[in-house]
């Protein structure tokens, strides 16, 4: 490898529970790869919180290995930033420290206040302006309700930042600049999705001060330079996580759909340059945003996949490892009539039940931990295809879906998506899409690529699952299922 090209990408892609930086080649190639986990605390039943401290620290580890491996800054063309989206982090503009800690996007604390101003009727203009509803999950109840708890956030006054979780990266590489992506900020419930800027009603709405809130910028472009690794590094290309896998996936035309399994299950399909509006409790967002320009994407949204795994490893005991889900699934023809309903963090799209409680129902003296653990992946197709029913509704169905993310490494799981759904499954080789979608970003945004079109020449192969199960059987499989979430949805209701 020569030392003196400039063309390699560097990526730092945050996540909910690690943070990972790797090194790719304009061709695609991974060429290395780091990663430390992230600690999340639970304070109280349905509070998620991060140390927004932690975050940067160990980020900054893992960045600084992959400009060593590089062979030094001056290799690196740019540098891409994806992220846990609606996590939302409050710092000092003046010490450059938390304020508090980061409230995750699973959190749930201020599900009343949602519920409230639902009540009193905002559902319909938080919609209209910003194509999420009045849920948890989305940052600016969050925010507001940390002004309201937390003093020390209104007593620092003008020195108050806050931002998603891209915004306090970019703070600390490069020493004060502080801007957001409009994916990320289409996911606050503070920015208008027609306009992209920040919306003065919303922001009264929920008690957010503008004036803390980052500028709002495209996907790809030059944002600012870190000298925290020696020469000067540009940071060239930002957006959520699941807008980075659409991109890592290509889907780059409308209709063309991505899902990504990782700590929760997001499925975005390419809507085109006008937002999509759902009548089925779909969300409308960003897809990217260059040259000023955005283009849309319809999104569905589930809070528990990956995270259901390490539930039954670390909480249960019920496994040893995440694999042994795929070994111990094939080793029963079916999931003996259980059926888990994972709402661990309520119930996402299309439900919106932040009350719900997750669920294992049909056991009996036969079932054992095989039973249980097909069934927990059996969850990740019945999730994905209530979604798919929505989706269709609103006019956007799906004709294949590309899947990625740290669950579909398990052929047993892709396949059973391809059977429940009744279409194509395709999977790519490399899995770790929303990184390659970041560095796509980058290279555009470093001049490496003309745009999105050219980039995809780091795309690598794919495999395709085809759906293999009769109908009866998917029709009576789907049938349990509804039994199963029903039950959850009424309970929550009570």
């Keep these: 490898m020569p030392n003196d090209a400039n063309d390699l990408i560097l990526v730092i892609d945050e996540g909910t529970t690690s943070t990972r930086a790797m090194l790719f080649a304009t061709d695609g190639r991974c060429i290395a790869s780091e990663a430390r986990a992230l600690d999340q605390t639970y304070p109280r039943a349905g509070w998620v919180e991060h140390d927004a401290a932690e975050i940067w620290r160990k980020t900054l580890r893992v960045t600084a290995a992959m400009v060593a491996q590089a062979g030094g800054a001056h290799r690196i063309a740019g540098i891409g930033i994806t992220n846990q989206r609606e996590t939302i982090v409050f710092w000092d503009r003046e010490t450059g420290e938390p304020l508090a800690p980061a409230i995750v996007w699973q959190d749930r604390r201020t599900a009343a206040t949602c519920r409230d101003l639902r009540e009193r009727g905002h559902e319909a203009e938080v919609q209209a302006k910003t194509g999420l509803l009045l849920d948890p999950y989305f940052s600016a109840s969050k925010i507001g309700w940390a002004m309201r708890e937390w003093p020390q956030l209104a007593d620092a006054g003008a020195r108050l930042a806050i931002g998603t979780v891209d915004s306090w990266l970019i703070w600390k590489l490069t020493g004060g600049l502080h801007v957001t992506d409009a994916t990320n900020a289409s996911r606050t419930a503070l920015m208008d999705v027609h306009t992209g800027s920040w919306d003065d009603g919303l922001c009264a709405l929920f008690g957010v001060p503008r004036a803390a809130l980052p500028e709002i910028v495209d996907c790809a472009g030059r944002f600012g330079e870190t000298t925290a690794f020696g020469a000067a590094i540009s940071i060239c290309g930002i957006a959520g996580d699941q807008q980075a896998a659409a991109i890592g996936q290509a889907c780059l035309s409308p209709g063309q759909t991505k899902a990504t399994f990782g700590t929760g299950a997001f499925i975005l399909t390419h809507a085109g340059a006008t937002p999509p509006t759902s009548g089925h409790r779909m969300l409308s967002t960003v897809a990217w945003q260059l040259g000023g320009e955005r283009t849309y994407a319809l999104e569905g949204s589930v809070f528990v996949a990956g ?84 989706f269709a509704a609103d006019g956007i169905d799906w004709h294949s879906l590309r899947i990625d993310g740290g669950m579909v490494a398990n052929d047993w799981m892709a396949q059973d998506m391809a059977d429940l759904l009744g279409i194509a499954v395709e999977r790519p080789r490399f899995a770790e899409t929303t990184a390659l979608g970041a560095a796509m970003l980058a290279g555009v945004g470093a001049g490496l690529f003309a745009g999105l079109e050219d980039a995809t020449t780091m795309l690598g192969e ?12 998917r029709q009576t499989r789907l049938a349990g299922w509804k039994a199963a979430v029903d039950a959850v949805v009424a309970e929550s209701k009570r």
Excluded: C
């Excluded at 259980?338 to 919106?352: F, M, T």
């Excluded at 794919?462 to 059987?473: I, M, R, Y």
């Design 307 to 390: 995270s259901l795994v390490q539930w039954l490893r670390d909480t249960l005991g019920l496994i040893g490892t995440a694999a042994e889900t795929e070994a111990l699934a094939r080793s029963v023809p079916d999931s003996g009539g259980v059926y888990l309903v994972p709402a661990l963090s309520g119930l996402g799209a299309p439900w919106w039940e932040p009350n719900a409680r997750a669920s294992i129902s049909g056991l009996s003296f036969a079932t054992g931990k095989a039973h249980v653990a097909r069934a927990a992946l059996e969850a990740m197709a019945y999730q994905a295809h209530d979604l798919k029913t929505a």
């Design 462 to 473: 794919v495999e395709t699952f085809t759906p293999s199960q009769g109908e009866d059987e």
